[in-house]
């Protein structure tokens, strides 16, 4: 069964760099999409953006200029980089698999499975 | 960004009610949305998707209906562990977005 494992500090300064990594377990991440999702406290969930290891990134244009995405098959692992931090990115940081069905011609995604994210506090 | 809108926010029920809940599309979406549930400090899980598919190991009390702009998630006998937060996502466009929640609480 495929597990994920978000990874990083807990407890970034303002104008700093978030940096998370998100390790996957009973399966190859060479083979689907990733994508990180973050929820402040109490609130609603937030898409930052997917990649996978073919090539092709996707960005939430509302994180666009300040997120990167990257991956290492090697380690089996994808990461998340968040720069220029203020306490509005406080929040879960989630890491998911985008699962799909293909039902010619339309193909379905969902987030699945989820880590059980890693909290991200953002304050000096 | 294509905007989702769930109501109600909260509803208050109990243990064998049917209830249901919407989500709403800024703009039509095809069949092209998910439902979540997420209970407290858990990650959200998979229920729904494709708008009526119900993922493995999920009650069938769960159902989904709707396409186009209109969707709805019905439990149709309430069950203790049914109490969550239930969250739709449209996945037609980038940026991919989600409805803001509905808390099922005990009455």
């Known amino acids: 069964q495929m597990q994920l494992q978000e990874s990083g500090p807990g407890l970034v300064k303002p104008s700093e760099t978030l940096s998370l990594s998100c390790t996957v377990s009973?399966?190859?991440?060479?083979?689907?999409?990733w994508s990180w999702i973050r929820q402040p406290a109490g609130k609603g969930l937030e898409w930052i953006g997917h990649?996978?290891?073919?090539?092709?990134?996707t960005y939430n244009p509302s994180l666009k200029s300040r997120v990167t995405l990257s991956m290492d098959t090697s380690e089996n692992r994808f990461s998340l980089k968040l720069t220029s931090v203020t306490a509005a990115d406080t929040a879960i940081y989630y890491c998911?698999?985008?699962?799909?069905?293909?039902?010619?011609?339309?193909?379905?995604?969902?987030?699945?499975?989820w880590g059980q994210g890693t909290l991200v506090t953002v304050s000096s | 960004d294509i905007q989702m809108t769930q109501s109600p926010s909260s509803l208050s029920a109990s243990v064998g009610d049917r209830l249901t809940i919407t989500c709403r599309a800024s703009?039509?979406?095809?069949?092209?949305l998910n439902w979540y549930q997420q209970k407290p400090g858990k990650a959200p899980k998979i229920l729904i998707s494709a708008a009526v598919t119900l993922q493995s190991g999920v009650p069938s009390r769960f159902s989904g209906s709707g396409s186009g702009t209109d969707f709805s998630l019905t439990i149709s006998s309430l069950e203790p562990e049914d109490f969550a937060t239930y969250f739709c996502q449209q996945n037609y466009n980038t940026p991919y977005t989600f409805g803001q929640g509905t808390k099922v609480e005990n009455k």
């Open positions: 703009q039509s979406i095809s069949s092209d």
């Open positions: 990649l996978r290891a073919t090539g092709g990134v």
């Open positions: 009973g399966g190859s991440i060479s083979s689907y999409y």
């Open positions: 998911t698999r985008v699962a799909y069905r293909s039902v010619y011609p339309i193909t379905y995604n969902w987030f699945d499975p």
